[in-house]
Structures are given as structure tokens and as C-alpha cells.
């Protein structure tokens, strides 16, 4: 069965590769990591454990105020950027626990970020900017927007849902401070003995 799922693996990653690096010959998995790395460090901003308020529509129109924390950290030499977000009530209890991975693909020069929340996931693009990035959930006709920014240890996102001929209408939003340096997703690794 190992045998099975490892030649299927090899069949995915030859269709997955455009012909032409291949026609250059074998990848170098060390320069795609390199490059990959080389691009994250374009979102180092993010690194590290943050926590402060936000706040969220509710389905009646009513804001619904929670603590907002988020712990952000490389992985893989650093070719990924791993992120866990939760939503705290005033007791303590978690409304919402969120996770994703952000990597770069040198192929196409393109961000993507593979996102998990409230039994969904997903596929999105991500568009670093001068002070921060925007990630876009397509909604049918509709558009889920989200922009941060982050500048002086202070990490602001908002969320809009923009529906075509009408005013984008603002759901979410959250600011964090930056608490310090976190050494997760890295940290206490499985030892080989």
C-alpha cells in the first residue's frame, strides 16, 4: 500500500511541474526552498504571538466583541508561514479557532494560503502590500475582502463583504498587539530516539 501511495505521489508531483522546468531537468528541491523562503521573509512581519480585541456581525447585524489572539511561525526552513487564530468569549471559552498555511509557489510568483475555520477550508490567494496583505474569498456574486496591516508592532485586519453595485459592508475587524516571539510551529519536534 506505502509502495502505491508513494508512486501515486511521484505521478502527482510530474503533472504538478510545468514541462518546461522539467525540460531543464530534475528540480533542485534545495533552490525551491531557497526560493520559497527567500519570498516568506516578504511576510516575517507576521511572526510571532499577538492578542487584542475584535469584533464580528452577528447574522441579526449586531457586533459581537471577542479577544482575538494569533500565533504565527516558518516552518519547513522557513518555505511555509503556519498561523492559528482564536477567538476568546469574556469566559474564557473559544467562539473561534482558525488555521492556515501561506507558501509561495516560484513557478507562478504566486502567494496562496490554504485556510480551515468552522468546518470549511479553502484555497486563496494572497497579495503581500506595503504594510501588510489582502486575502479575497470568492462568495458566489459576492466577494469576502480581508486587508491587514501591520506597522509598529500593532497588526490591524478588516473584512468586508463587497456585492456588485452596492457599498462594501464592513463584518469584521481586529487589532493586535505584538507579544513577543513564538517559536511554534518549530518547536519540541518528535526526537529520532
Known sequence: MLNRSLALAGVLLLTAVPAAVWAQGRPDPAALVAAQA????????????W?????TLTPSGEKHAIIQTERVGPFLDGSI????GRGYEEDGSIAFNAFAIISYDPTDGRYSMRSYAQGRSGDFVVTPTE??????IPAGPMTIRYEATVRDGTWTEV????????????????????????????AAAVAPE
Open 81 to 84: 508561514k503556519v498561523i492559528e
Open 38 to 49: 527567500e519570498a516568506m521573509d516578504e511576510l516575517s512581519f507576521m511572526d510571532g504571538e
Open 51 to 55: 492578542r487584542g480585541s475584535a469584533w
Open 159 to 186: 473584512g468586508d463583504r463587497i456585492a456588485p453595485n452596492q457599498d462594501p459592508i464592513r463584518f469584521f475587524e481586529m487589532t493586535l498587539t505584538r507579544e513577543g516571539d513564538t517559536d511554534w510551529p518549530a
Open 131 to 136: 504594510e501588510g496583505f489582502t486575502w479575497e
